[in-house]
């Protein structure tokens, strides 16, 4: 089988990962992590792509950014925008995918953008979460909430398929489907010796 999806177990890791998955599944705070135990550099996505009053950057801007970021020799990546998937897919090792149920997701995703509303919480370039605009259930393009219902399923669908893709047999996929799963993997994730 070309690509591989290793079992939540799977201790062994690169040292340029990738963590991808649905809309507050947790990929910065385990890319955080991960990076903080390895020793590596932190790459979150948003951070490179949002600039100030929620424009996106242009896409080359955004492609240089990510271009310089994974120059360093080991990094961890958290998100899943398919504009630097050219970049950098092919110099990741393990690409580990956080595929937790929807009600878990939209439950957090809930209670994490009333917390950084009620706190004026700022993210990246001075953007700040609008608690209100999430709840406008009817524009996908303002409501994380329905971003992340609409993108649930097909997102698993084209990860699924990705993981058996040739292009990207180099790389070991790990697939988690629960928090303990998340934890339990996390827990025994150690570097590849060199």
């Given at each position: ?140 393009d303002k409501s994380l909430i ?18 058996h893709d040739p292009q990207w ?26």
């Open positions: 089988m070309a690509g591989h999806a290793r079992g939540f177990m799977e201790s062994s890791i690169g040292r340029r990962i990738i963590i991808i998955g649905n809309s507050n599944s947790g990929k910065s705070t385990l890319a955080e992590r991960l990076a903080a135990r390895l020793n590596a550099s932190f790459i979150e996505l948003d951070a490179l792509h949002w600039e100030p009053n929620w424009t996106p950057a242009q896409p080359e801007v955004f492609r240089e950014r990510v271009r310089q970021a994974i120059s360093a020799d080991s990094w961890v990546i958290a998100g899943n925008y398919s504009k630097q998937v050219d970049l950098s897919w092919p110099m990741a090792d393990t690409i580990v995918w956080l595929d937790l149920p929807l009600h878990l997701v939209l439950r957090r995703c809930i209670s994490r953008t009333w917390r950084r509303f009620r706190g004026q919480q700022e993210l990246w370039n001075g953007n700040r979460e609008d608690f209100w605009e999430h709840l406008m259930l009817w524009n996908p329905s971003f992340t219902v609409r993108h649930h399923f097909a997102r698993r669908k084209r990860n699924l398929a990705i993981m047999s180099h790389i070991n996929f790990v697939h988690l489907r629960s928090v303990t799963e998340v934890e339990a993997w996390f827990d025994r994730a150690t570097p590849h010796a060199t």
